[in-house]
Nanobody, 124 residues
Framework: QVQLVESGGGLVQAGGSLRLSCAASGRTGSSYSMGWFRQAAGKEREFVAAISWRLGRTYYADSVKGRFTISRDNSKNTVYLQMNNLKPEDTAVYYC?????????????????WGQGTQVTVSS
């Protein structure tokens, strides 16, 4: 069992930056891949970024490549999402996910564990 708690969301102007954090507890350690998803109002949840547990490989949605960076600190059981050059279309609730599966094609299939979400709002 893994519990996830996100933090770091908020309101920012277009072009600004935010860093989201996701702290894991329970089955701690670095032996699971983790990812971020987001869900805008009235839309389906979509993949944003992921990081593999074995080699720390990173994967990104095309819409955030070059602007977002995912990283992890295994000593703190925490994964981060650094978001730069934010756009109004990045406005959404951002969810952390754990124990998913990464593929060489660059995709990430989410695992069973989800955080409660943190709101990110980007004003124009």
């Amino acid at each position: 069992q893994v519990q996830l708690v996100e933090s770091g969301g908020g309101l920012v102007q277009a072009g600004g930056s935010l860093r989201l954090s996701c702290a894991a507890s329970g089955r701690t350690g670095s032996s699971y891949s983790m990812g971020w998803f987001r869900q805008a109002a009235g839309k389906e949840r979509e993949f944003v970024a992921a990081i593999s547990w074995r080699l720390g490989r990173t994967y990104y949605a095309d819409s955030v490549k070059g602007r977002f960076t995912i990283s992890r600190d295994n000593s703190k059981n925490t994964v981060y999402l650094q978001m730069n050059n934010l756009k109004p279309e990045d406005t959404a609730v951002y969810y952390c996910n754990a124990d998913g599966t990464t593929y060489n094609t660059g995709s990430y299939y989410p695992g069973l564990y989800w955080g409660q979400g943190t709101q990110v709002t980007v004003s124009s």
